[in-house]
């Protein structure tokens, strides 16, 4: 099994790695789906699992690869009756296998993400490199004659390079082989890499399977859930990245900003700018970005639906998206202003401009989208 680290791409920060969570929370129809096939005998050879991140799709391809290597394959009776074919991907902690996985020691099963560059620094996209590997992995783990398992987390994070290089696999895969690719954008991935895979759609978590996935994870959670619920959008890796970076709190703040418009509070958004610009604040100013991006979402929202979302994600955030986005029209304009503002408040970010600045061009821009 390839080596994973506390901080690696695979992983939701302060969370367990998506191996050591043996429950998923929400995602039955995909989990009935696969062991159907499974049960049918027309299991594919690799799995394509979709869905926005954070809502289980690694915690599922670890699950499937667990049972993958701990079921053996169906047999004839013989003299024997068979054993009962299983009813869910559940295999129990003592089980070898969940041993082996559990220390990252199971040599039937191997991942693959983003790794270090020479300069020691984590690559933005999965290289033909990180793909090759897997010749050997393959050569190695064949001699058992065991089930093996691929995971590629995620499979629209490989550059041109290594995508040809899965695809050739894709199109000659080894024998008791599967592949698991996770992708959060499909469509980023080659037509080719899609059409040989069979998809798992996975799922928003309900406000009920969110908290139990938080629960899951040891997360402390806040005094109003609903907030969170209505922010993380269904997703667990974001509600604990809200959690880890006082993102209610964030929320709450800009909701004051926005709640002066069409005319503007400078003192809070000059204090919005200071905390950006603050020394060790680029995860919260990226935070704020991400932020931006939800209450602008919701304020089109509420101009075209006629009404705010709800449960409200903060304290009288309902009434303040009723007066900025009264109509569809408005919607329609904050729908208009959200991809140019968020578009050019990344690129600032991109090109390493003055944080404070950056934030104080966005609120005018709020501003005058306000006004309009």
């Not at 058992?144 to 041109?160: K, L, P, S, T």
Request: hydrophobic share 45%; with cysteine; proline share 8%.
């Amino acid at each position: 099994m390839s080596d994973d680290t506390d901080t690696g791409p695979d992983r939701v920060p302060g969370a367990p790695h998506p191996r050591e969570t043996l429950r998923l929370f929400g995602q039955d129809a995909a989990e009935a789906a696969f062991l159907d096939a499974f049960q049918s005998g027309r299991m594919h050879h690799a799995w394509l699992i979709t869905g926005p991140k954070g809502i289980g799709k690694a915690t599922l391809a670890w699950r499937i690869a667990r049972f993958l290597v701990a079921t053996p394959p169906a047999q004839d009776d013989g003299l024997f009756a068979a054993p009962p074919p299983p009813q869910s991907l559940d295999i129990p902690p003592e089980n070898p296998v969940a041993r082996r996985m559990l220390a990252g020691a199971e040599p039937g099963v191997t991942s693959i993400t983003r790794t270090l560059s020479d300069t020691g620094r984590l690559r933005d996209r999965i290289v033909v490199d990180d793909v090759r590997k897997l010749s050997r992995f393959f050569g190695l783990s064949s001699a058992d004659g065991g089930h093996r398992v691929v995971i590629v987390d995620a499979a629209d994070e490989m550059n041109d390079s290594a995508a040809n290089a899965l695809l050739k696999m894709l199109e000659e895969p080894p024998k008791r082989s599967t592949l698991l690719l996770i992708a959060h954008q499909p469509s980023r991935l080659l037509p080719t890499i899609r059409s040989r895979c069979r998809t798992l759609r996975l799922k928003p978590l309900s406000p009920d399977n969110l908290a139990a996935a938080l629960e899951q994870a040891s997360a402390e959670m806040p005094r109003d859930p609903g907030a969170l619920a209505a922010l993380a959008g269904g997703s667990a890796g974001t509600a604990l990245d809200l959690l880890a970076g006082g993102g209610l709190e964030l929320y709450a703040r800009l909701m004051e900003v926005l709640g002066s418009l069409p005319s503007l509070d400078r003192q809070r958004a000059l204090a919005l700018a200071e905390m950006a610009a603050a020394r060790d604040a680029g995860a919260k100013f990226d935070l704020l970005l991400d932020l931006l991006d939800i209450a602008m979402a919701r304020l089109a929202r509420t101009g075209a639906m006629g009404e705010p979302p709800r449960p409200e994600a903060s304290p009288g955030e309902a009434q303040l998206l009723a007066k900025l986005a009264p109509s569809p029209a408005k919607g329609q304009s904050w729908a208009a202003a959200a991809a140019a503002i968020s578009a050019r408040a990344r690129h600032g970010r991109a090109v390493n401009l003055d944080p404070a600045a950056l934030v104080l061009d966005t609120v005018f821009q709020l501003q005058q989208t306000a006004a309009e």
